[in-house]
């Protein structure tokens, strides 16, 4: 058709809007209108007609069309067209029509606002037309006044603004649970608040300054519980996230999160918001700096986003307790083992060669506790704990066992001088001031293995050796320490099952009187002969039984055996001859250690006054009156008892005069420079003690006639060793009896 025809050209200029009532203040976007017509003049009346209108707050801008085809390729050039004025009739009586169909069913664009004019009030749409594709407006251009155009404007515009709102919540609402689905997946506070603050940085879609704030009790370690702790920041800088919220010098900021975690609630400004985030007493305030004030719609869906993350922000305070639990040491509040083996990981994994990694051990906690009480055992850990912290901001401090810290830093700390100096001062527990010391094992990055609970069992081995040292209390792992642990177990492992397949054997030394020259009795002496026939000294596996606890089942079937060998010496008539057998500290230690003896003796109707054990003066160190009570009651049933090693030990004399010994023996070693000038003292000084206290004095490793006279003259009463005989089996040894009668 004609643009001309039946067209009444004055309906465009009756101006009959006499009132501004619908001019709104003007900001400074424009609402884009497209005016598609094929007749260039309908163009240029309309938007004449529409020149000064302004629409919430906007004025109009004008895209132009003059076919259906242009119109459909500049909405979709242009996506921000919201309003189209579309003649119907054009290059085909339903051109108009195709662009509609165009726009919401090719498009799919729900949001564009459609007005449809025509010539011809016989080219009307149909009504369901109208309905099914959201057109806003159908007029004949005839009843187009100015007036009426406008108002066709303003309201398919506001109708435009209403549509695209809801859509923006939906969207927003999408991205809420989204952001909430997210946020639930994290697992820490601090991720928690990075992360609420990026969701809000998407919902706002802009570039949003912000702070998540908290008390940090419970979360950073050593918070205290009064202060504001930033957990994220986005726009800020990363350094701050864990600081208190006062380093930021900040004031305006500091009193506007405090005063919203007075109050209770967000508060919106102009340039900023503070919003109150709370749930299962969790709280935490959320300090956002604007470009633009918030719209409604952007107040509203913060408000339902911080509705739905707050049960978010409940559970990772709630996960981070449990990992807490599960990592923390309750008592100092310090990693527990199971984070110290996670150290170690990062510590053999980092580059840093410089690193040292050490367990402090303190030595005799367990005396400390029992005997000044729990509460003070607890306020010295504690204690220790504080100091190890104060060593420096560099080393990691750990709690891994009851009386053990773990630390890990740089060798300028981590070393013997740094952490024994630790233990100079006593340290305060209560009333108390306890001086303590501790052991010490070390491992260095050289050394270090993978992954933690490798580096963690090097240390140990370092640890252990040192507390066994009497001189060192500090140790660095080396490689040989372990390869001599592996022999250690391995040799443990056969001397157990070579003990149950019966191939260790009692050998006796004879012991004689050198007053006499006769034999009075003989020392039960072990021999291990291994599957392949090789003998392994006692000096090496006695001290492996002890240290496996396998000792005790030895011990008991020494015991065992030695009552057999007194019946045997009595039934070939060799009744005066007494049999002495070693007792180590472990065979002390169990409770059961006397009775058993004296059930033995009983069961083999042995004499009891034929058995004697040889004790070292090291079995006092442990719990002397336990001792001394256990020996007075062996006593009691005639058992004989000999102080083995005398002089070489660390026992003092008076613990010596409260012991009920029958015997003392000249050490070996002592008997060995006998005959060298001037170097007999010791021994001479101890045949002399033993008989000022009573006590029979034998001499061991006696080697030659020189060595023997030197005793003979001194007043020894008996002697052991080389001279005379070497440890032998029973058979010979009963050979030895014979001969030897
Ligand atoms: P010990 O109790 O001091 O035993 C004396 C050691 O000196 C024995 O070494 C013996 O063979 C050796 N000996 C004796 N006379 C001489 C000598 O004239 N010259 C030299 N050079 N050595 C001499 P052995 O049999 O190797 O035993 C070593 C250690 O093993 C014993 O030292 C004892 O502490 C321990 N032991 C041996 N058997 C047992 C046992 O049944 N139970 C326990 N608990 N320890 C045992
Ligand atoms: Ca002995
Ligand atoms: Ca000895």
């Not at 009480?373 to 009851?402: E, M, P, T, Y």
Request: charged residues 25%; negative net charge; aromatic residues 8%.
């Amino acid at each position: 058709m004609q643009a001309t025809e039946n067209t009444n050209d004055d309906f465009l200029f009756i101006d009959d809007s006499d009132e501004d009532d619908i001019i709104d203040e003007l900001n400074g976007d424009a609402w884009k209108v497209l005016i598609v017509d094929d007749d260039p003049e309908i163009h240029s009346v309309t938007q004449l007609a529409l020149s000064d209108l302004v629409v919430l707050g906007r004025r109009l801008e004008y895209l132009h069309a003059y076919s259906g085809k242009d119109a459909c390729e500049l909405i979709e050039e242009h996506d921000d067209i919201v309003l189209v004025l579309l003649d119907v009739v054009m290059e085909t009586d339903d051109a108009g029509l195709n662009v509609v169909k165009h726009i919401r069913e090719e498009l799919c664009r729900e949001d564009i606002r459609i007005v449809l004019r025509t010539g011809q009030p016989g080219y009307a749409p149909e009504e369901s037309v109208i309905k099914d594709y959201d057109i806003n407006d159908y007029k004949t251009k005839t009843e187009l006044t100015r007036r009426k155009l406008v108002t066709t404007v303003y309201a398919a515009i506001r109708s435009y603004q209403q549509i695209s709102t809801v859509s923006q919540n939906r969207k927003g609402l999408e991205k809420i649970i989204e952001a909430a689905a997210d946020l639930l997946e994290l697992h820490s506070v601090q991720a928690f608040g990075q992360g609420v603050l990026q969701q809000l940085n998407r919902l706002l879609g802009d570039d949003v300054c912000g702070l998540f704030c908290a008390r940090g009790q419970g979360i950073i370690s050593s918070a205290d519980d009064l202060s504001f702790y930033i957990l994220g920041q986005q726009g800020h800088s990363a350094v701050i996230v864990n600081q208190k919220l006062e380093t930021l010098k900040n004031e305006q900021i500091s009193s506007q999160v405090a005063s919203c975690f007075q109050q209770k609630q967000h508060s919106f400004n102009d340039k900023n918001v503070s919003l109150y985030l709370a749930s299962g007493g969790y709280r935490a305030v959320i300090f956002l700096e604007l470009a633009n004030e918030l719209t409604e719609t952007q107040q509203q869906l913060i408000e339902v986003f911080l509705t739905n993350i707050a049960i978010g922000y409940e559970n990772v305070h709630l996960f981070q307790k449990l990992r807490n639990a599960a990592y923390k040491d309750w008592l100092t509040e310090l990693p527990n083992r199971l984070e110290f083996v996670n150290l170690l990981d990062q510590f053999s994994n980092s580059e840093n060669q410089d690193l040292v990694a050490a367990l402090v051990d303190i030595n005799h906690f367990s005396d400390i506790n029992d005997g000044l009480g729990q509460d003070v055992g607890n306020l010295l850990l504690a204690a220790v704990a504080k100091r190890l912290s104060g060593l420096s901001d560099q080393c990691q401090i750990a709690r891994v066992g009851a009386d053990v810290f773990g630390v890990i830093g740089p060798s300028e700390f981590i070393n013997p001088d740094c952490l024994s100096a630790l233990f100079y001062q006593p340290f305060d527990a209560g009333e108390q001031k306890l001086p303590i010391n501790a052991c010490i094992g070390f491992c260095t990055k050289e050394y270090a293995r993978l992954p933690g609970v490798k580096v963690l069992n090097q240390i140990n081995i370092a640890l252990n050796l040192a507390k066994k040292n009497r001189e060192q209390h500090c140790m660095y792992y080396m490689q040989e320490m372990e390869d001599k642990t592996l022999w250690r177990l391995g040799m443990i492992r056969q001397l157990r099952t070579d003990f149950s397949e019966k191939r260790l054997e009692l050998w006796y030394q004879p012991q004689l009187s050198l007053e006499t020259g006769k034999v009075i009795g003989a020392e039960a002496l072990l021999r291990w002969r291994t599957a392949d026939g090789a003998f392994i000294s006692p000096e090496i596996f006695i001290p492996l039984a002890e240290y496996s606890g396998l000792i005790i089942e030895i011990g008991d079937w020494v015991i065992h055996q030695a009552c057999l060998q007194i019946n045997t010496l009595e039934e070939q008539g060799f009744d005066k001859v007494s049999i002495s057998v070693n007792v180590s500290i472990p065979q002390f230690r169990r409770s059961n250690f006397v009775d058993n003896i004296i059930e033995t003796t009983k069961a083999h109707k042995v004499q009891a006054s034929k058995l004697e054990l040889e004790i070292t003066e090291n079995i006092l160190m442990d719990e002397p009156q336990v001792v001394i009570d256990s020996l007075l009651k062996l006593k009691e049933q005639g058992i004989s008892i000999a102080l083995d090693d005398f002089g070489t030990g660390y026992s003092s004399l008076s613990y010596l005069q409260k012991l009920p010994f029958d015997r003392l023996k000249v050490d070996r070693s002592f008997v060995n420079d006998i005959t060298q000038p001037g170097q007999s003292l010791i021994a001479d000084t101890i045949i002399n003690l033993g008989k000022q206290m009573n006590l029979k004095v034998i001499a061991e490793g006696v080697e030659d006639l020189a060595q023997e006279a030197h005793l003979k003259e001194q007043g020894c009463h008996e002697v052991q060793g080389y001279y005379y005989a070497k440890p032998m089996p029973e058979q010979d040894f009963l050979a030895f009896l014979k001969e030897n009668q």
